[in-house]
């Protein structure tokens, strides 16, 4: 079992900054890869980021990359995402997730574990 939770979410002018945090219990940190995604109400959960589990690969979206930074710190136990030159649209509640077989999934279903979210909300 893993256990995800997300922390650093809030309210931020368009043209900001914010990093959020996901911190993992319960299993080997390291073994597996990890994801970011985002749901605006009314709209599918889709894909932002995802790091492998030593985090020499990564992915983002379209609509993030070279704004968005994925990184981890298997020592800590925690995955980030810095998010810079934040925009209206990347208002979101924003979801960390966990794969246990080290594929480094770009679509929400193969995630075995999912945090609860946190609230990002960038105003114009």
């Known amino acids: 079992q893993v256990q995800l939770v997300e922390s650093g979410g809030g309210l931020v002018q368009a043209g900001g900054s914010l990093k959020l945090s996901c911190e993992a219990s319960?299993?080997?940190?390291?073994?597996?890869?990890m994801g970011w995604f985002r749901q605006a109400p009314g709209k599918e959960r889709d894909f932002v980021a995802a790091?492998?589990?030593?985090?020499?690969?990564?992915y983002y979206a379209n609509s993030v990359k070279g704004r968005f930074t994925i990184s981890r710190d298997n020592a800590k136990n925690t995955v980030y995402l810095q998010m810079n030159s934040l925009k209206p649209e990347d208002t979101a509640v924003y979801y960390c997730?966990?794969?246990?077989?080290?594929?480094?999934?770009?679509?929400?279903?193969?995630?075995?574990?999912w945090g609860q979210g946190t609230q990002v909300t960038v105003s114009s």
């Open positions: 790091i492998n589990w030593i985090g020499g690969i990564t």
């Open positions: 997730a966990a794969d246990l077989t080290r594929s480094i999934p770009v679509v929400a279903a193969p995630y075995d574990y």
């Open positions: 319960g299993r080997t940190f390291s073994s597996y890869a």
